[in-house]
């Protein structure tokens, strides 16, 4: 069977596929990017990247962080953030479903994609 990831390719040039998703989520999650890092096994480093990437494509940002303090700052999810990452998990969503009914075999045995 076959396997569907989808990625949106924004006008301006920046993506948002199932990695940046789930990093969206573990943040939300951990409410940290360290963490959120950790958790996914990718270094902090690659996570900042991702998520300014995400930042700097809406005129909105999807995270917002704060630094420093006693437990030492911390990543939240705004409501833009929010609203981005239900969309494209509905998206994700539909193309699956589209994908498995027009991957389901006919009355021939063939998937109705032929």
């Keep these: 069977m076959a396997h569907l990831r989808l990625t949106i390719v924004l006008d301006s040039g ?3 596929g199932p ?3 789930a990093l969206l989520e573990s943040v939300h999650s951990t409410g940290s990017i360290s963490a959120a890092a950790r958790t ?3 270094d902090y480093k690659r996570a900042w990247l991702l998520i300014d990437s995400l930042n ?3 005129v909105t940002p999807a995270i917002e962080r704060s630094t420093g303090g006693a437990r030492g700052g911390g990543a939240i999810l705004t409501p833009f953030g929010q609203e ?3 969309r494209y998990r509905r998206l994700e969503a539909a193309a699956s479903a589209l ?3 027009s991957s389901a075999p006919s009355s021939s045995g063939r998937s109705s994609l032929y």
């Design 14 to 16: 920046a993506r948002i």
């Design 19 to 21: 990695g940046k998703a």
């Design 40 to 42: 996914m096994g990718m």
């Design 56 to 58: 700097r494509a809406f």
């Design 84 to 86: 981005l990452l239900e």
């Design 99 to 101: 994908a498995e009914s």
